[in-house]
């Protein structure tokens, strides 16, 4: 326990004593750089990228195949020998074991935007001790090391855009995320930044990652995630990517093979569905030609309940659908069509879109009978 208060008091004067004597937990966006000590003391406001519909048309189509997720994590680059013995309450400690902060939000940004994974690992592993790793990531910030890694990306020229994930060490990022942005070539590239911090936010983490690229690396709006809010952040990090313009990247790449295009008929009019390929979806399909009767949910979505339960795993934990979105809602086994906004929900699955025929589906009456049938 004694320890657990060192540690807490000392992190406390190392990355700002108000934050942790107000136990506020905020998720920071960009708003502050250079900001040492300080608070992350803005909710994450989600603003469009200039051109990011040229990023979206970029991405759009592509499965992902163009994009990198590069981050770099404690966890992944220490050797903790006994992991039970770990105090996962430690807030210094928690970041020793796998999956790490920056890991975790690694997986929400594939499952929504698709790409490759690469972790950026050192020769020499740091420490799993707190200070000892703390006092070397000051020694390499403070000699501006370019700590040597062990594997490397043979096919850099194949990625249009890069994720750059970390996690804020002494106000900027660990020094092997230079070593790795320096041991490429990113003129031109689309560099997306994502950061996660104790109460010092994103600090000078991105002045000096925009320091080192090439002038004609185009640095897209980065969030930072302060780390108790991590387990939460897939929403925020949905959001984020949706700002960005990858709103569609996950549609896309699900799109990209296997696309289906089904129709709806309601008295003889006809709604024209496209459907991705996901598990979910896919046994959707198989169950086709379906009968249906839908009925109107709390004025957003019309709904209605499968005789058979669908297969959720690999799918992601949610989604955030937009008006037409097709969705399987699990626990209740019901399609849903979404005829207005609605905000992220965990157990959403996201099946496929509505093309056309959106004003037939909000105007369709309670228990309105429909046949839903495959077109290819
Ligand atoms: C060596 C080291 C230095 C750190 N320096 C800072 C800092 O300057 N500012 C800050 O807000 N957090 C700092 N932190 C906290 C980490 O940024 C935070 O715990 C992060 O979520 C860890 O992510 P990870 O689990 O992916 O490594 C530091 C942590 C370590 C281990």
Same mark, same amino acid.
């Given at each position: 326990m004694k320890k657990w208060i060192t540690m807490l008091l000392s992190f406390c004067l190392l990355f700002g004593m108000t934050a942790c004597s107000t136990g506020k937990t905020e998720v920071s966006g960009i708003t502050e750089q250079n900001s040492e000590n300080q608070m992350p003391n803005k909710k994450t406001e989600i603003t469009l990228a200039e051109g990011s519909e040229t990023f979206?048309?970029?991405?759009?189509?592509?499965?992902?195949?163009?994009?990198?997720i590069a981050y770099f994590t404690w966890a992944e680059n220490t050797q903790v020998e006994n992991p039970d013995e770990v105090d996962v309450d430690a807030t210094? *400690?928690?970041?020793?074991?796998?999956?790490?902060?920056?890991?975790?939000?690694?997986?929400?940004?594939?499952?929504?935007?698709?790409?490759?994974?690469?972790?950026?690992?050192?020769?020499?592993?740091? *420490?799993?001790?707190?200070?000892?790793?703390?006092?070397r990531a000051a020694n390499e910030k403070a000699e501006n090391a370019r700590p040597e890694l062990v594997n490397h990306v043979d096919n850099m020229d194949e990625y249009d855009v890069i994720f750059l994930g970390f996690p804020n060490w002494w106000y900027t990022a660990p020094m092997a995320i230079f070593s790795f942005i320096e041991e490429y070539d990113f *003129?031109?590239?689309?560099?997306?930044?994502?950061?996660?911090?104790?109460?010092?936010g994103l600090a000078g983490c991105i002045e000096d990652i925009t320091a080192t690229l090439p002038d004609s690396a185009e640095i897209l709006e980065p969030i930072g995630i302060y780390r108790p809010d991590v387990d939460s952040?897939?929403?925020?990090?949905?959001?984020?990517?949706?700002g960005l313009g990858f709103e569609d990247g996950e549609k896309a790449s699900n799109m990209a093979d296997g696309e289906r295009k089904l129709r709806m008929i309601v008295d003889g009019q006809e709604i024209a569905i496209t459907?991705?390929?996901?598990?979910?979806?896919n046994a959707l399909y198989d169950l086709l030609p379906l009968e249906l009767t839908f009925e109107d949910f709390n004025g957003i979505?019309?709904?209605?309940?499968? *005789?058979?339960?669908?297969?959720?795993?690999?799918?992601?934990?949610?989604?955030?659908p937009d008006v037409g979105d097709l969705c399987l809602y699990a626990p209740w086994g019901n399609l849903s069509i979404f005829y207005q906004d609605f905000r992220y929900s965990e157990s959403l699955i996201m099946l496929g879109h509505v093309d056309s025929g959106m004003d037939i589906v909000s105007s369709m009456e309670e228990n309105t009978a429909v046949v839903l049938e495959k077109l290819n």
């Amino acid at each position: 326990m004694k320890k657990w208060i060192t540690m807490l008091l000392s992190f406390c004067l190392l990355f700002g004593m108000t934050a942790c004597s107000t136990g506020k937990t905020e998720v920071s966006g960009i708003t502050e750089q250079n900001s040492e000590n300080q608070m992350p003391n803005k909710k994450t406001e989600i603003t469009l990228a200039e051109g990011s519909e040229t990023f979206a048309n970029k991405v759009a189509g592509k499965s992902g195949s163009n994009i990198l997720i590069a981050y770099f994590t404690w966890a992944e680059n220490t050797q903790v020998e006994n992991p039970d013995e770990v105090d996962v309450d430690a807030t210094t *400690s928690a970041s020793v074991l796998l999956p790490g902060n920056a890991a975790q939000i690694v997986a929400w940004i594939q499952q929504k935007a698709g790409g490759d994974l690469f972790p950026i690992i050192v020769s020499e592993p740091y *420490s799993s001790d707190y200070d000892e790793c703390v006092d070397r990531a000051a020694n390499e910030k403070a000699e501006n090391a370019r700590p040597e890694l062990v594997n490397h990306v043979d096919n850099m020229d194949e990625y249009d855009v890069i994720f750059l994930g970390f996690p804020n060490w002494w106000y900027t990022a660990p020094m092997a995320i230079f070593s790795f942005i320096e041991e490429y070539d990113f *003129s031109g590239k689309t560099i997306v930044p994502f950061c996660t911090h104790g109460t010092g936010g994103l600090a000078g983490c991105i002045e000096d990652i925009t320091a080192t690229l090439p002038d004609s690396a185009e640095i897209l709006e980065p969030i930072g995630i302060y780390r108790p809010d991590v387990d939460s952040a897939q929403p925020v990090i949905n959001k984020w990517l949706e700002g960005l313009g990858f709103e569609d990247g996950e549609k896309a790449s699900n799109m990209a093979d296997g696309e289906r295009k089904l129709r709806m008929i309601v008295d003889g009019q006809e709604i024209a569905i496209t459907l991705y390929n996901t598990p979910a979806a896919n046994a959707l399909y198989d169950l086709l030609p379906l009968e249906l009767t839908f009925e109107d949910f709390n004025g957003i979505e019309k709904i209605s309940y499968l *005789s058979e339960e669908l297969p959720t795993d690999g799918e992601p934990d949610g989604c955030d659908p937009d008006v037409g979105d097709l969705c399987l809602y699990a626990p209740w086994g019901n399609l849903s069509i979404f005829y207005q906004d609605f905000r992220y929900s965990e157990s959403l699955i996201m099946l496929g879109h509505v093309d056309s025929g959106m004003d037939i589906v909000s105007s369709m009456e309670e228990n309105t009978a429909v046949v839903l049938e495959k077109l290819n």
